[in-house]
């Protein structure tokens, strides 16, 4: 049985809180990943930014729907929902994009553990953490390719 740290991804490419959105697609275009782990000054992990999240940008913005009740109007969609959103389709930087604080594996958890978690919340990319240190990033590619038959040496 695999566990993430046969198949995880050790050499990591990385961004800072303050990159800009433009150099952060550059970078995942160039290197074909779908996600990075976002460090701040110290190597510590603050976030992640994935294609979804950039992909954002070119959402239209929702405009919420009202409907009168005793006079008054009330929101369908909450305001907090579309303050995120217009940051998210305004960012300029990484920060105003990525994803805070994200969902995190170790090392030794078996691969069908992180592949339901993947389905379960749609995730592409985790990143891989031992002891509060970012020692690796595992996406549904490395997942697949466990599938895949061993080539006799």
Do not use: Y
């Not at 030794?108 to 553990?113: A, F, K, L, R």
């Not at 379960?120 to 466990?146: Q, W």
């Amino acid at each position: 049985m695999f566990k993430v740290k046969d198949i995880m991804t050790r050499e990591l490419i990385t961004v800072s809180p303050e990159t800009e959105i433009v150099q952060a697609t550059k970078l995942l275009l160039e290197n074909r990943i779908n996600g990075v782990p976002v460090t701040d000054e110290t190597g510590k992990l603050v976030g992640i930014l994935c294609q979804s999240d950039l992909i954002a940008q070119q959402k239209k913005l929702p405009i919420p729907s009202f409907f009168t009740f005793l006079n008054g109007l009330i929101p369908l969609t909450s305001m907090k929902k579309i303050e995120k959103q217009v940051q998210k389709i305004a960012a300029i930087t990484v920060a105003q994009a990525m994803t805070p604080n994200p969902v995190t594996v170790k090392p030794d958890m078996d691969i069908e553990e992180v592949a339901a978690l993947m389905v379960d919340k749609n995730f592409n990319t985790i990143p891989v953490v031992d002891e509060g240190e970012l020692v690796g990033i595992v996406g549904k590619e490395d997942i697949l390719r466990t599938l895949m038959p061993r080539s006799e040496e």
